[in-house]
């Protein structure tokens, strides 16, 4: 069936360097995608969104980019810090409907 | 702080049983969403409030049940309780009835449902 995923469950990036993490969608007709940061023992948190009519927007230290031709979805964080450490979840939104893939664990190294 | 407050933070609980758990959505938000986690599954939706109207509804099972009362609050009834149904549920709100631009869903910490 439909579904949003994601590449790797485990992405392990050093301290400084940047990451980038990967998001599969496969319903052409999304709009909408989320971001989100979710910390150890804590909810959801709203990194950075993006709609179908555009290809790439940034924020601090975030970027995502989306190639719809592929259906595909990206978050770029520069210079990897601790605190990036996370669970992070693409979310794709289908009129009233919001479906999360799994999560991609990231791991800091030092 | 997201403004989405969900209570209890923990609950533990025995098979059979009924728990609700509760949460107030952020200041001026109509919809409040509420979501399963568990280790295997991801976030999973369940159901979707707008302004006291159910508005949609993911995989929630029939053992469990929401309402919105007209203070914009929302209640989860989980009876019955399996081991299965020990998971993390989030509540999440958001101003409009969608996720579109400008309607970005804010989620609570969550309840930490374990059933013994």
């Known amino acids: 069936g439909e579904s949003v995923g994601l590449h790797l469950p485990t992405l392990s990036v050093q301290e400084g360097d940047n990451s980038i993490i990967n998001c599969a969608y496969s319903?052409?007709?999304?709009?909408?995608f989320i971001w989100y940061k979710q910390e150890s023992g804590k909810g959801p948190q709203f990194i950075i969104d993006?709609?179908?009519?555009?290809d790439k927007r940034q924020g601090q230290r975030v970027t995502v980019l989306l190639n719809k031709t592929v259906k595909h979805l990206s978050l770029q964080i520069a210079a990897t810090q601790p605190g990036d450490s996370a669970v992070y979840f693409c979310?794709?939104?289908?009129?009233?409907?919001?479906?999360f893939g799994k999560g991609t664990r990231l791991h800091i190294l030092p | 702080d997201s403004g989405v407050t969900q209570t209890p933070k923990h609950l533990i609980t025995a098979t059979g049983q009924r728990v609700t758990l509760r949460c107030s959505p952020r200041?001026?938000?109509?919809?409040v969403y509420w979501y399963q986690q568990s280790l295997d599954q991801g976030l999973q939706f369940l159901i979707q409030?707008?302004?006291?109207?159910?508005?949609a509804k993911g995989n929630i099972l029939e053992r469990f049940s929401a309402q919105q009362f007209p203070d914009l609050h929302s209640e989860l009834n989980l009876s019955s309780l399996e081991l299965g149904d020990s998971a993390l549920y989030f509540c999440a709100s958001s101003v409009g009835g969608g996720g579109t631009g400008g309607n970005t869903i804010y989620f609570g910490e969550g309840s930490w449902l374990t059933v013994v």
């Open positions: 200041s001026g938000d109509l919809s």
């Open positions: 993006i709609r179908s009519n555009m």
């Open positions: 979310a794709e939104i289908r009129g009233d409907k919001i479906i």
């Open positions: 319903n052409s007709a999304s709009d909408y």
């Open positions: 409030y707008y302004n006291g109207e159910e508005r």
